[in-house]
């Protein structure tokens, strides 16, 4: 019986989880999503194409390759549609290789309205929210009032439909928001929620599965599996920067949950993380740089979030929360993305460590939404040279073999790549694969 490998993010998302999935896709067998779901973006680039993946596993492009979303995932319907839509037209059946949950459960259109019902509840306190109906969705799992996959076969679900999209109208109105006023796409509730049941077509055409039988087999039969994550460590529900989270558990554990596998089935736990830091929304960032520099760093990357368009915070890499993350993920192995986005700096920065109240601590605080918190920082000599063109991790510029050992060091965590530009032929493996 084969081990479960996974793949996840150790930042506040945006890491370059999507792409790596691409590229190691080719060493496994079956792909699968263990949590999130339309508030992911995971972008991949080969062939001079551009792709964004929302709920579908990044090995949909290899169509040799099983792809599985599981039963920790959310789906809405009409997003599921569009993203067959656009694969379809790249010439990619995602039908021969994709199989579904049917324990995954279902975001309605009134899931959304709660959404931006809860958003606009809060003010000033507002999460950041993507308004994809992540945060309504989970509460209704956990409530146990939400619609699975499953439930869309069965012949009382327009009456289960009905109860719940009434709970949703009552609590929002409660809230005092103004029904009439929400839109999805410029189309009101009852608007978008005619073609969202229209989208379920899309979704029974699809396999769907008991698929925490269908991991195990596929483990004891010998097949090598990736689990996909989505968003990030430092975004986890109940380890991450709360409430500035996410709603469901992004780390290894979750594996054993949104897949249901057992702890003693987790392999090699592979975390990603940018060479820098960036996030997306509201909450703590102790190393954001309100300046030039931080300007610098998301016009150069690119840093608008996949998903929602919003520009992404950027600050130097934060070595307390990568080592808290490789802590509470058990992870056996780094891959660094997007030193090349700092090509031209004369000096880069990492923080090691937190002054806190004059203290200087390693450790997240319970805190760490309110405090203030001073990163020390430590210098690097930039490399100041294009990394176009760059074949092999060894023929790295020595300042930035420099930088990424003392990550390394710090972590205590073998870096086993790093990806130098965003196409999947541009990442740079530290040994052969496979050796």
Request: hydrophobic share 40%.
């Given at each position: 019986?084969?081990?479960?490998?996974?793949?996840?993010?150790?930042?506040?998302?945006?890491?370059?989880?999507?792409?790596?999935?691409d590229?190691?896709?080719?060493g496994?067998?079956?792909?699968?999503?263990?949590?999130?779901?339309p508030?992911a973006?995971?972008?991949?680039?080969?062939?001079?194409?551009?792709?964004?993946?929302?709920?579908?596993?990044?090995?949909?492009?290899?169509?040799?390759?099983?792809n599985?979303?599981?039963n920790?995932?959310?789906?809405?319907?009409?997003?599921f549609?569009?993203?067959?839509?656009?694969?379809?037209?790249?010439?990619?059946?995602?039908?021969?290789?994709l199989?579904?949950?049917q324990?995954?459960?279902?975001?309605l259109?009134?899931?959304?309205?709660m959404?931006?019902?809860?958003?606009?509840?809060?003010?000033?306190?507002?999460?950041?929210?993507?308004?994809?109906?992540?945060?309504p969705?989970?509460?209704?799992?956990?409530?146990?009032?939400?619609?699975?996959?499953?439930?869309?076969?069965?012949s009382?679900?327009?009456?289960?439909?009905?109860?719940?999209?009434?709970?949703h109208?009552?609590?929002?109105?409660?809230?005092?928001?103004?029904?009439?006023?929400?839109?999805?796409?410029?189309?009101?509730?009852?608007?978008?929620?005619?073609?969202?049941?229209?989208?379920?077509?899309t979704l029974?055409?699809?396999?769907?599965?008991?698929?925490?039988?269908?991991?195990?087999?596929c483990?004891?039969e010998?097949?090598r599996?990736?689990?996909?994550?989505?968003?990030?460590?430092?975004?986890?529900?109940?380890?991450?920067?709360?409430?500035?989270?996410?709603?469901?558990?992004?780390?290894?554990?979750?594996?054993?949950?949104?897949?249901g596998?057992?702890?003693?089935?987790?392999?090699?736990?592979?975390?990603?993380?940018?060479?820098y830091?960036?996030?997306?929304?509201?909450?703590?960032?102790?190393?954001?740089?309100?300046?030039?520099?931080?300007?610098r760093?998301?016009?150069?990357?690119?840093?608008?979030?996949?998903?929602?368009?919003?520009?992404r915070?950027?600050?130097?890499?934060?070595?307390?929360?990568?080592?808290?993350?490789?802590?509470?993920n058990?992870?056996?192995?780094?891959?660094?993305?997007?030193?090349?986005?700092?090509?031209?700096?004369?000096?880069?920065?990492?923080?090691?460590?937190?002054e806190?109240?004059?203290?200087?601590?390693?450790?997240?605080?319970?805190?760490?939404?309110?405090?203030?918190?001073?990163?020390?920082?430590e210098?690097?000599?930039?490399?100041?040279q294009?990394?176009?063109?760059?074949?092999?991790?060894?023929?790295?510029?020595?300042?930035?073999?420099?930088?990424?050992?003392?990550?390394?060091?710090q972590?205590?965590?073998?870096i086993a790549?790093?990806?130098?530009s965003?196409?999947?032929?541009?990442v740079?493996?530290?040994?052969?694969?496979?050796?």
């Amino acid at each position: 019986m084969t081990k479960i490998d996974v793949l996840l993010g150790l930042q506040w998302g945006d890491e370059g989880k999507g792409k790596i999935v691409d590229v190691l896709t080719p060493g496994y067998d079956v792909i699968a999503r263990f949590q999130g779901g339309p508030n992911a973006g995971h972008t991949l680039e080969f062939n001079g194409m551009k792709h964004v993946l929302h709920i579908i596993p990044s090995g949909i492009f290899h169509q040799d390759k099983i792809n599985l979303i599981g039963n920790g995932v959310l789906i809405e319907p009409r997003i599921f549609q569009q993203e067959i839509k656009d694969l379809e037209a790249k010439g990619v059946d995602a039908r021969r290789n994709l199989y579904i949950s049917q324990k995954a459960h279902l975001i309605l259109p009134s899931h959304r309205m709660m959404d931006a019902a809860n958003e606009q509840s809060k003010g000033k306190a507002k999460i950041g929210s993507t308004l994809k109906g992540i945060g309504p969705a989970y509460t209704d799992k956990i409530a146990r009032t939400g619609l699975r996959v499953g439930d869309t076969l069965a012949s009382d679900f327009a009456e289960r439909y009905a109860r719940l999209k009434n709970q949703h109208l009552m609590m929002a109105r409660a809230m005092d928001y103004d029904v009439a006023q929400f839109r999805i796409d410029g189309m009101t509730l009852e608007e978008y929620e005619q073609v969202w049941m229209d989208s379920l077509a899309t979704l029974k055409s699809f396999r769907f599965v008991a698929s925490e039988y269908f991991v195990n087999r596929c483990l004891q039969e010998g097949k090598r599996v990736l689990a996909e994550g989505a968003q990030a460590m430092m975004l986890d529900i109940d380890f991450g920067t709360y409430p500035f989270v996410t709603s469901s558990n992004t780390i290894t554990a979750g594996v054993c949950t949104g897949l249901g596998v057992a702890p003693s089935a987790i392999g090699k736990v592979m975390g990603i993380t940018k060479a820098y830091c960036t996030r997306v929304g509201a909450g703590p960032f102790p190393t954001q740089l309100d300046d030039e520099t931080g300007k610098r760093l998301c016009e150069v990357g690119h840093e608008y979030g996949a998903t929602t368009g919003r520009p992404r915070r950027c600050g130097w890499i934060d070595l307390p929360a990568l080592r808290y993350a490789c802590m509470i993920n058990g992870v056996t192995e780094l891959y660094v993305t997007k030193p090349d986005v700092m090509n031209d700096f004369d000096t880069v920065s990492m923080c090691t460590a937190y002054e806190i109240d004059g203290r200087t601590t390693d450790e997240i605080p319970f805190e760490y939404n309110t405090l203030a918190i001073k990163p020390l920082l430590e210098p690097f000599a930039g490399w100041k040279q294009s990394l176009a063109g760059v074949e092999s991790y060894d023929a790295l510029p020595q300042a930035l073999k420099d930088y990424l050992a003392a990550i390394e060091r710090q972590t205590g965590v073998p870096i086993a790549a790093v990806s130098i530009s965003p196409d999947r032929k541009d990442v740079l493996f530290k040994q052969a694969v496979g050796s």
